[in-house]
């Protein structure tokens, strides 16, 4: 597509609910990133992918929290159990390759209550 | 690692004044810097970026940084604001390492007084 693409916008969970976040990254783009942006805050990086590969999880708050990308296109982030500090902006973005320019997607808002 | 700092956290300027917003980094080699924006509700949008050569680089909505290896700096500037151009800005630094990360700073929320 024209641009990284994120689904649902918005999520609303019940405490200890688990959630899917889907990231559709721009075609032919090597590297996909996830952050997470907690309300007045910067991106807080969460974790890196190179194609399938993921090259670096250390963001990732909690064994909760898991990614993954098996095709090396499409990654999906998926929350267990989910806790009210889990509410935060999930941002996805792609890029050619590593550090070069991140496109980011319009984020994915999530609400725990 | 990377990190980046972004000592102020808010900045109010009325319409038509410069600005100048301040971006530290700390990298062990040539970084790639950036400039992102966003908007309330909206998603990140590239202002401009910097990956080797000349220092001035150019940007979208008439911004422009300057990189100043000796102080590790990457300040962006506007010489005329607009009200249009509140909003969070945030500083990123990238690797040119293949497979690293991008780090941003905390932002800096400006506001435009008319």
């Known amino acids: 597509g024209a641009g990284v693409s994120q689904s649902p916008r918005y999520k609303v969970a019940k405490r200890g609910q688990d959630v899917a976040l889907r990231c559709d990254p721009i075609s032919g783009h090597v590297s996909l990133f996830w952050y997470q942006q907690a309300l007045g805050q910067g991106p807080e990086f969460l974790t890196y992918f190179q194609n399938e590969a993921q090259l670096d999880k250390s963001g990732l708050p909690s064994d909760r929290f898991f990614a993954e990308r098996p095709e090396g296109s499409v990654s999906t982030l998926k929350i267990q159990r989910t806790q009210q500090e889990d509410s935060a902006v999930y941002l996805c973005?792609?890029?050619?390759?590593?550090?070069?320019?991140?496109?980011f997607g319009q984020g994915t808002r999530l609400t725990v209550v | 690692a990377q990190s980046v700092t972004q000592p102020d956290i808010h900045i109010t300027v009325s319409e038509g004044a410069s600005l100048e917003l301040r971006c530290n980094y700390s990298?062990?080699?040539?970084?790639?810097l950036f400039w992102y924006v966003q908007s309330p509700g909206q998603g990140l949008q590239l202002l401009l970026k910097?990956?080797?050569?000349?220092?001035l680089v150019q940007g979208i909505k008439g911004f422009e940084a300057e990189f100043k290896r000796s102080q590790s700096s990457f300040n962006l500037r506007k010489p005329s604001v607009h009200w249009s151009d509140a909003a969070e800005y945030f500083c990123?630094?990238?690797?040119?390492?293949?497979?690293?990360?991008?780090?941003f700073g905390p932002g800096t929320r400006l506001s435009v007084l008319p």
């Open positions: 990123a630094v990238g690797a040119q390492d293949y497979g690293q990360n991008f780090v």
């Open positions: 973005a792609s890029s050619l390759a590593g550090g070069s320019e991140a496109f």
């Open positions: 910097y990956f080797s050569g000349d220092t």
């Open positions: 990298y062990g080699a040539t970084p790639y």
